[in-house]
C-alpha cells in the first residue's frame, strides 16, 4: 500500500504541476512540497494560484519554495510565456506533472482554434513539455509524469479532420480522444528521450476514479447517477497517489502508465495500469500524432 509517506526525500528537487489548484493537482504539489521539493503551482487564475499556495502552506510544514506561475493551457503563446519566464529563473527541472485537465465541457476552441478538451489536456502539454525540454535535459534523471485516464480505453483511433471541431462534438469522445492523445504522447516521450540517450523518463498516470471538480460540467442529477455506477469513489489526496508513485518512486520504469490497484482501477493504491488497447500501444498513431502537433503549433521537439 503505497502513500505519500514512501516519497522519498525530495530535498534540491524542482517540480511544476499544472492545474494545481485544485482536485489531484493540488494534492499533487502539496505531498511533493512536503517532500521537500521546490514547487510551482501552474494554473490560470492568479487568485485560485495564491489560495492554494495560502492552503498549502498553512496545511503543511514545507521549507521549501511555492511559486506561481500563470499558465493557460488554452493558449499556446501564454504557454511559451510561461515557459520562458520558468526557464530565466531555473536551470533545471526534475519533475513536470502535466496534470490539468478539462472534461465534457459545452463544445468550444481553445484560442488557437483547437477542440477545447484535446487542445488544453493534450496541445497544451504538449507545447509546454516542448518549450521546457531544454531543462529536461540537462537535468539528470527528470522525469515527466502526463495524466491520462481510464477513458481512454474507450476509443480506438483520433479523427484528424475532426481536432478543430470542423465536423461534430461529443463530448465523451473528444474527452477520450484527448486522453488517447496524452497517452500516445507519454509513450512516444519516453521512446524519443531514450533513442536521444537522455536520462529523462516519461510516465503516464490515472487516478481512477476521484471526485474533484473535473466533474463541474455534468448535472447533479447525472453525476449522483454516474457515482452510484463506480463502486468507490476516491478523495483528491488518494487520487493523487499514482502521480505522486510516478514521480517519485525509484521503482518507476520510463513508458509505462500507473494507476489505481483495485477493481477495474476505479480506487485502490498505485501499480502498474492494466489498461492496454491496440490504439494506446500503436506506435505509427503516436508518431503521426506527434508530427500533427509539432506542425500544428510550429514546435520543433530538440532532444
Ligand atoms: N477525477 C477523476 O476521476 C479523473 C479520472 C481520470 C483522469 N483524471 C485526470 O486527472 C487530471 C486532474 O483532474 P482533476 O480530477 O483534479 O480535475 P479538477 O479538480 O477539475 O482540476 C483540473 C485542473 O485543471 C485546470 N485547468 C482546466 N483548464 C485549464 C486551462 N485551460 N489551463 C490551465 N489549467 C486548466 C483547472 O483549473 P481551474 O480550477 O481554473 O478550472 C484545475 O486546476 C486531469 O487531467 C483529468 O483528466 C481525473
Given at each position: 500500500?503505497?502513500?505519500?509517506?514512501?516519497?522519498?526525500?525530495?530535498?534540491?528537487?524542482?517540480?511544476?504541476?499544472?492545474?494545481?489548484?485544485?482536485?489531484i493537482g493540488?494534492?499533487t504539489?502539496?505531498?511533493?512540497?512536503?517532500?521537500?521539493?521546490?514547487?510551482?503551482?501552474?494554473?490560470?487564475?492568479?487568485?485560485?494560484?495564491?489560495?492554494?499556495?495560502?492552503?498549502?502552506?498553512?496545511?503543511?510544514?514545507?521549507?521549501?519554495?511555492?511559486?506561481?506561475?500563470?499558465?493557460?493551457?488554452?493558449?499556446?503563446?501564454?504557454?511559451?510565456?510561461?515557459?520562458?519566464?520558468?526557464?530565466?529563473?531555473?536551470?533545471?527541472?526534475?519533475?513536470?506533472i502535466?496534470n490539468?485537465?478539462?472534461?465534457?465541457?459545452?463544445?468550444?476552441?481553445?484560442?488557437?482554434?483547437?477542440?477545447?478538451?484535446?487542445?488544453?489536456?493534450?496541445?497544451?502539454?504538449?507545447?509546454?513539455?516542448?518549450?521546457?525540454?531544454?531543462?529536461?535535459?540537462?537535468?539528470?534523471?527528470?522525469?515527466?509524469v502526463?495524466l491520462?485516464?481510464?477513458?481512454?480505453?474507450?476509443?480506438?483511433?483520433?479523427?484528424?479532420?475532426?481536432?478543430?471541431?470542423?465536423?461534430?462534438?461529443?463530448?465523451?469522445?473528444?474527452?477520450?480522444?484527448?486522453?488517447?492523445?496524452?497517452?500516445?504522447?507519454?509513450?512516444?516521450?519516453?521512446?524519443?528521450?531514450?533513442?536521444?540517450?537522455?536520462?529523462?523518463?516519461?510516465?503516464?498516470a490515472?487516478p481512477?476514479?476521484?471526485?474533484?471538480?473535473?466533474?463541474?460540467?455534468?448535472?447533479?442529477?447525472?453525476?449522483?447517477?454516474?457515482?452510484?455506477?463506480?463502486?468507490?469513489?476516491?478523495?483528491?489526496?488518494?487520487g493523487a497517489l499514482p502521480s505522486l508513485f510516478a514521480a517519485?518512486?525509484?521503482?518507476?520504469?520510463?513508458?509505462?502508465?500507473?494507476?489505481?490497484?483495485?477493481?477495474?482501477?476505479?480506487?485502490?493504491?498505485?501499480?502498474?495500469?492494466?489498461?492496454?488497447?491496440?490504439?494506446?500501444?500503436?506506435?505509427?498513431?503516436?508518431?503521426?500524432?506527434?508530427?500533427?502537433?509539432?506542425?500544428?503549433?510550429?514546435?520543433?521537439?530538440?532532444?
Amino acid at each position: 500500500m503505497w502513500t505519500k509517506n514512501n516519497i522519498p526525500d525530495l530535498s534540491g528537487k524542482i517540480a511544476i504541476v499544472t492545474g494545481s489548484n485544485t482536485g489531484i493537482g493540488f494534492e499533487t504539489a502539496k505531498a511533493l512540497y512536503e517532500a521537500g521539493a521546490h514547487v510551482t503551482i501552474a494554473a490560470r487564475d492568479f487568485q485560485k494560484g495564491k489560495d492554494a499556495i495560502k492552503k498549502i502552506q498553512s496545511e503543511t510544514a514545507g521549507v521549501e519554495t511555492l511559486d506561481y506561475g500563470m499558465l493557460d493551457l488554452a493558449n499556446i503563446g501564454l504557454i511559451r510565456e510561461f515557459a520562458d519566464h520558468f526557464m530565466q529563473k531555473h536551470t533545471k527541472l526534475d519533475m513536470l506533472i502535466n496534470n490539468a485537465g478539462v472534461m465534457v465541457p459545452p463544445a468550444a476552441k481553445t484560442d488557437d482554434g483547437f477542440e477545447m478538451q484535446f487542445g488544453v489536456n493534450f496541445m497544451g502539454h504538449f507545447a509546454l513539455t516542448g518549450y521546457l525540454l531544454p531543462l529536461v535535459k540537462q537535468t539528470a534523471n527528470a522525469r515527466v509524469v502526463t495524466l491520462s485516464s481510464g477513458a481512454a480505453t474507450l476509443v480506438d483511433s483520433i479523427d484528424f479532420d475532426n481536432l478543430r471541431l470542423e465536423k461534430n462534438y461529443d463530448e465523451w469522445r473528444e474527452y477520450a480522444v484527448s486522453k488517447l492523445a496524452d497517452i500516445l504522447f507519454s509513450y512516444e516521450l519516453d521512446r524519443r528521450f531514450k533513442n536521444a540517450r537522455i536520462s529523462a523518463i516519461s510516465v503516464a498516470a490515472h487516478p481512477g476514479v476521484t471526485r474533484t471538480d473535473l466533474q463541474r460540467n455534468i448535472p447533479g442529477e447525472n453525476l449522483e447517477g454516474m457515482v452510484a455506477a463506480f463502486d468507490q469513489v476516491m478523495e483528491p489526496w488518494q487520487g493523487a497517489l499514482p502521480s505522486l508513485f510516478a514521480a517519485t518512486d525509484p521503482s518507476v520504469e520510463g513508458g509505462k502508465f500507473y494507476g489505481p490497484d483495485g477493481p477495474k482501477e476505479y480506487a485502490g493504491y498505485p501499480a502498474l495500469s492494466g489498461h492496454h488497447t491496440a490504439a494506446m500501444n500503436d506506435e505509427a498513431l503516436a508518431k503521426r500524432l506527434w508530427e500533427y502537433a509539432e506542425n500544428a503549433i510550429q514546435l520543433t521537439y530538440k532532444f
